[in-house]
């Protein structure tokens, strides 16, 4: 059994005070605001997670990559490689092999998340061992055939208030629309990121920008066609329930150039001759462009820089992106978000999130900076900090200089939709154990600390995302 | 009412050392060595603080950034803009402001300092609001204008033995002379701040120069003269009670040019056409001749790098500096001070002390370079960072390396006279609740705590600075 | 007398669960696979420590530092230096000075690793001060005249199941051969070190080459002959016992070369004409031989970046080397692994650890790529931050990333026999609190954290280092 009081600090005087924070907050609906679960999955009412091997395993990058580090291949788990080596097929020994290595993952967010998943989901509360491999496995997949196992239910019984997905800013939004035909409830809306567009050394980028010129309906031949074409798609976007743009960049840095300049670089990717320092000059122009379009239509804009894409070069070319080998860089905000905050950081339009993966940067640079300029907000601990470590750092670096009130609340950020719960849930612990310390120190009072815990649950995303 | 064992950790047996530890220290004398207090306060003996908000809000940039970061106009805090702009000019209406947005302060260091000044001070324990604004403002406004609340009453209040103020090289330390000359017993020194002259790119160069000339009889023509004026002053500042200097620098690189170099670099900037390249350069090796300067007369010498200064560039060219835009930058330290320390870190006579900004450096670089070299001291926890969280970190990533006693006790370095007590209250109450975990984890013992308390709170900064 | 109970959390819970894991940890043997002792102490029976500042003071830098920072010129501590000026000659004085200061070592690993020095293995159990000095340095110099204070009696004592040195790939091995030839139980391995010749700006690089060709048999006229000849001498280590390569650069950078290219850059090493960066390419170029040849011999690698070695010049031209200034630089990981880890991160009979002085790269770098590659494990927190903070920010910033089995246990890394026991005793407690944390938090359970706790104690290092 999940022990109730899990997470929180041993003191009787703290624990007491963070039992009491966490259920106030631990029913409120689950606002999901940034996030990679695939729309299919409401588009259609029959949909189902496969077995459980595809609902746990393969499409978690988290505990593919740890397995991966102790030695077991990547062919083993099912995934397969582009060089049509062999792979295993059979879920149940994928999952037996998962079960197997179930140690690794031992104070580790991938091992919280699972167990929690396993117990809150599925009733299950033993620890998955090579003994209960196949006992498990046979619960799990007579509970995924069930009706009230399939995503739409869950998305209810996980008391959803909405999620949000991110998508190519070429896609079509298809499923979105079929969510939005069907008539069911649930609220799913498309996230902008129009990565494959504006960083110019994408791969497949040509191809990326004939989509965009078949699915804007703009002939995109130039620079000026292209900002048209990107706008348009944005209003669509926003037509199909678009809150926010979502964007990735090795370095966070801004440079405006003007439109000759650009539009010469963009000339020469047309003709597939630009190069990195290009592709680099390019970004950090159209980071400020998206922050101009942000200012016009709305849109909350996400930036999220720091990872070091696909460094497993023969992972990479053997198995595709994301298989765990994204890896971080140090990373620097006070010279590069300048051009952009000193153009646009003073405007109340403007919302920009911010993302690290360099947490020597949260109280050093992050958070003077949101202390500061009205535009920009921290999004939460992403990626390799969402854990309980990560967390800490995050209250303890962050909140003193930036406040609470330019936080931007807590984003999953997942693609294991099941694991969903048990990411709010750790936060949700997280903060009511961050709140009950203050207490517990005269701080804040506990008056206040409700008022928090509301607030990092709810409130805090509902507002920065215009929920 | 402000609970006696705030900030303490829970654990009982933790907090009762706390607890004690802070009894032994709590009354003890306020040692303040840096800091920006204005002199004219206490040269004139019926100064007065004027409105709440002059004395809350106006002077303290940590309040009017939180403000504005949640949109609150500098204007409506009665900053006037420079472009003749509107402005608010009702203290009440301002106060009424700060109160209504309290709640933004939730955590923050500002929100601790502010209700131990309310309450210490002003003997007002409600938790400011848009509902009570009015109330208090009557109340402190009322006190305000008692003589027991005139700067020189509360310095004694405060028990304040030595407050030291920072002022620029070419200031006439007119209002520290009248102090002297007041026959009152408060214990106020100039601090010799050299940086409007030693910085070749601060705006306004050349009128300080020409300030430099007529302050100290000499007149500068040349790289020479320079430096004798300097030492000029120095030996001015010294006579006035002046026990250090001050010195800020975007990074800590130190290199020292020959005097031909530098009076090349000097002559350029008569004329001026020194570049930032000859700044930086000159910059660097006057880093160095201040250090040979503080070994023959005995000033300690202070430095903290690593403030990008106006960060926002609209906000400083309408409401000028210090407006809440000084973001921090990562800095370097081990090869930067080399030439430095090289030369002159070996030297009983000089005393270093040095501030960061950035934390990361704390294990990695400063604490083991204060861990070696005779000269060099660590300031307390500076700016972004003389924070609750702050401390642990530098507790618990300097003190293990460094050494307590190659610290320097702490700095409230505040324009806001009346949250001194608050700064070294919080300091003191860290200080004995990190001792405590020290003796309930039994790494050193309670006489040894009791005496590292008292270090803390008076020993080192007297010892650091010659007090 | 040594709280049993020392440095466990004081909340009454986790210290009970502390205690216990402790308990089941604390008598097992010792296992340390990187250290600095000098192998002579175990080859001749007779062999003795000296004076209690020969034991206490010389051989330990962190000692010296600490002393020379507060003013105590390392001529008093019995250091001398090389332009022949006075030093103190008796012990005594020495040993009085140290014990006068001992209070500079409070809350320090130094002061903790002492006291349990003094007193498990001299039975001590006062603080050193003036007062005691005479006493104590008689004791101590008593008992060192034991026969059961030989090193030999201390390592069985100690309960070492294994203690590797570090030697330069040159050296003979004299005394590990003694050690084996003497009939004697102890496990003592040499470790394969050539940073003095693989390191072209070595100071004596070219007397070190002459060393290699006379030591290996093989006439190191080329780049060819020189892999060769360190192949050799990396079999007869292996033949000796050596389970492991040990590996320190200024920074990580990797970087594989042609043949010819290195060839170019060795020929001009030998006519004296490198430099610097050619220097820097051969070592990037290097470590990755050494990575080639580690997977042909399945000696393991470690690789330990990051230190500025002699960064005070006047000490180091007075004192020599390892005289406390060695000073950490800022660190990168990603960009600089990444083409070893390319070229042999993903196969299985590499196993590279990598130790680092920038803990930033913990959570950002290190954990990632722990978490990824096959080939990579974590050694333990390293010089300065191998103490009790620096194992909190290791437990805290690795472990939910890279996760507990992608990490290498303990290494003690001193030169001081007698701190083994109290630096493993101190990671031991470490390790019994931080996971007692989790079991208090219901992270992991407690049959879970008993597991853990003898990995982290024994099986990780044991593992890792093939022992």
């Not at 997470?7 to 924070?21: C, G, H, K, S």
């Not at 030695?71 to 397969?80: K, M, N, Q």
């Not at 969510?179 to 069911?184: L, N, P, T």
């Not at 949101?370 to 990626?383: C, I, N, Q, R, V």
Request: aromatic share 10%; hydrophobic share 40%.
């Amino acid at each position: 059994m999940l022990h109730p009081d899990r997470l929180f600090a041993p003191d009787r005087t703290r624990r007491a005070l963070a039992r009491r924070l966490y259920e106030s907050a631990k029913d409120l609906p689950i606002v999901s605001p940034h996030g990679h679960v695939d729309p299919r999955l409401f588009a259609d009412p029959q949909a189902a997670f496969g077995s459980p091997a595809d609902l746990f395993i393969f499409p978690d990058h988290y505990v593919t990559r740890m397995l991966y580090s102790q030695g077991v291949p990547l062919e083993s788990l099912g995934i397969a490689p582009a060089d049509g080596g062999s792979v295993e097929r059979d879920p149940r020994a994928i999952w037996r092999l998962f079960c197997t290595n179930f140690h690794l993952f031992r104070a580790t967010p991938s091992g919280l998340w699972l167990r929690h998943e396993l117990s809150q989901v599925f009733g299950i509360d033993d620890t998955p061992s090579a003994a209960n491999a196949d006992r498990l496995y046979d619960e799990i997949a007579e509970k995924l055939a069930r009706p009230e196992f399939s995503p739409r239910a869950l998305f209810a019984r996980f008391n959803i208030e909405v999620l949000a997905t991110t998508d190519a800013a070429t896609d079509t939004l298809e499923h979105h629309r079929a969510i939005r035909a069907s008539g069911w409830g649930g609220r799913v809306l498309p996230t902008f990121r129009p990565d494959g567009l504006v960083n110019l050394d994408t791969p497949g980028w040509r191809k990326n920008l004939e989509a965009l010129s078949a699915v804007s309906g703009v002939e995109v031949t130039d620079y000026a066609s292209f900002l048209r074409a990107l706008e348009a798609r944005r209003a669509f976007f926003k037509a199909m329930g678009a809150t926010a743009t979502d964007h990735a960049a090795l370095t966070p840095v801004t440079a405006e150039l003007s439109p000759q300049e650009a539009n010469t670089i963009f000339q020469r990717a047309l003709r597939g001759q630009a190069d990195a320092a290009d592709a680099a000059r390019f970004t950090a122009h159209m980071l400020m462009e998206m922050a101009r379009m942000s200012i016009e239509d709305g849109l909350v804009m996400q930036l999220h820089p720091g990872s070091f894409r696909n460094h497993n070069r023969l992972l990479f070319e053997r198995f595709g992106p994301d298989r765990g080998a994204d890896i971080p860089i140090q990373t620097e905000y006070t010279h590069s978000l300048r051009p952009l905050l000193n153009k646009y950081g003073n405007d109340p339009r403007l919302t920009l999130i911010i993302f690290t993966l360099d947490e020597s940067t949260y109280a050093r640079e992050l958070a003077p900076l949101a202390g500061h300029y009205p535009a920009l907000k921290l999004g939460p601990p992403w990626w390799f900090h969402d854990s309980w470590n990560g967390m800490q750092r995050y209250f303890d670096q962050v909140m003193e200089t930036a406040g609470l009130y330019n936080t931007a609340g807590f984003n999953d950020d997942t693609r294991a939709f099941c694991s969903i719960p048990a990411r709010h849930d750790l936060w949700r612990r997280a903060c009511a154990d961050w709140l009950a310390g203050l207490v517990a120190r005269h701080i804040v009072d506990v008056d206040e600390a409700h008022e928090m815990m509301i607030e990092l649950a709810v409130g805090l995303a509902r507002r920065a995302y215009k929920l």
